[in-house]
């Protein structure tokens, strides 16, 4: 067969149907990750409460905001909810990995620790319970988690961690900081692991923000500066509405350079100071 003029060589149209066919193929893959990026986000955003309890004298918000690059799903999560005696459970944590399998062993993490609060107040028990089941399930993956619980009534603040991020205080005294408290070593490791517990009693109006390690820490960006950032963040905002305030915790992200998605927590407790007597500091 003879080629017109004009027309490109068999060798050259065969290699521009080769390259068609792969740009086909790279597109489509691309189209699949997408769909198993939104899939991703999808059930990890649904595994996150769907309200915040509300109690007298108690304001409560958070935040949630995928990671930086839209390319990796995390394991960040947090949750509140009233237990069986009336006090608050707070929790957030943090799931190695970036992957649906990390999105999956997210939601057995936050439905344990929801299920074992509800059998037991004791922080003690909640998180080194969760951490023998989450261990029987071999996943073969660890989580960072903080949970706390507040008796709105008695005022006392029970705290514990599993390798976490502590959590950052402000006082209506003008107190402020970070708690550091003692720790254990994330959930799903050692079998058996006992975590302390931090007791306070809150003795005057107070602002408590959980928050991950992704909103204050980067790569080049020490976790110390990131948590003093906050810290003087809920200073300079502790009048602000818990919903404003959980915005302004989130954005601390951007300074950081951080990649990784993030969570925050802020809880409110309005109840009124005692008109003498020392302050409580968390």
């Not at 490109?8 to 086909?24: I, M, W």
């Not at 402020?176 to 994330?186: E, I, K, N, Q, S």
């Not at 923000?209 to 980067?218: C, I, Q, R, S």
Request: with cysteine.
């Amino acid at each position: 067969m003879r080629e017109r003029r004009g027309d490109p060589p068999e060798s050259a149209q065969a290699l521009l149907v080769t390259l068609g066919r792969l740009v086909d193929q790279a597109l489509e893959r691309i189209r699949l990750q997408q769909a198993r990026v939104e899939l991703a986000v999808a059930m990890q955003r649904h595994m996150l409460p769907p309200a915040l309890p509300e109690l007298p004298g108690l304001r409560i918000a958070a935040r949630y905001a995928p990671a930086g690059d839209g390319l990796d799903v995390g394991g960040d999560w947090y949750d509140a909810f009233v237990m069986l005696d009336g006090s608050l459970g707070l929790a957030i944590g943090d799931v190695q990995g970036h992957d649906m399998e990390a999105v999956a062993f997210m939601g057995q993490v936050r439905t344990s620790l929801r299920a074992l609060a509800q059998a037991t107040s004791d922080p003690r028990q909640v998180l080194g319970r969760a951490n023998d089941l989450l261990i029987s399930m071999g996943y073969g993956l660890f989580a960072t988690c903080c949970f706390l619980r507040f008796d709105p009534v008695t005022r006392d603040l029970h705290v514990s961690r599993a390798g976490h991020v502590p959590m950052v205080w402000a006082t209506a005294g003008g107190g402020y900081g970070v708690a550091l408290d003692r720790g254990g070593p994330p959930l799903g490791i050692l079998v058996g692991e006992r975590y302390p517990v931090t007791h306070r009693r809150l003795m005057e109006p107070g602002v408590l923000v959980l928050l991950t390690d992704g909103v204050v820490e980067g790569p080049s960006y020490p976790m110390e500066a990131g948590l003093a950032e906050v810290a003087k963040l809920v200073r300079t905002g502790f009048d602000a509405d818990p919903d404003v305030l959980a915005s302004a915790v989130i954005k601390v992200a951007d300074l950081t350079g951080h990649r990784d998605d993030a969570a925050v927590l802020v809880v409110r407790y309005d109840g009124p100071a005692p008109s003498s007597g020392p302050s409580g500091r968390p």
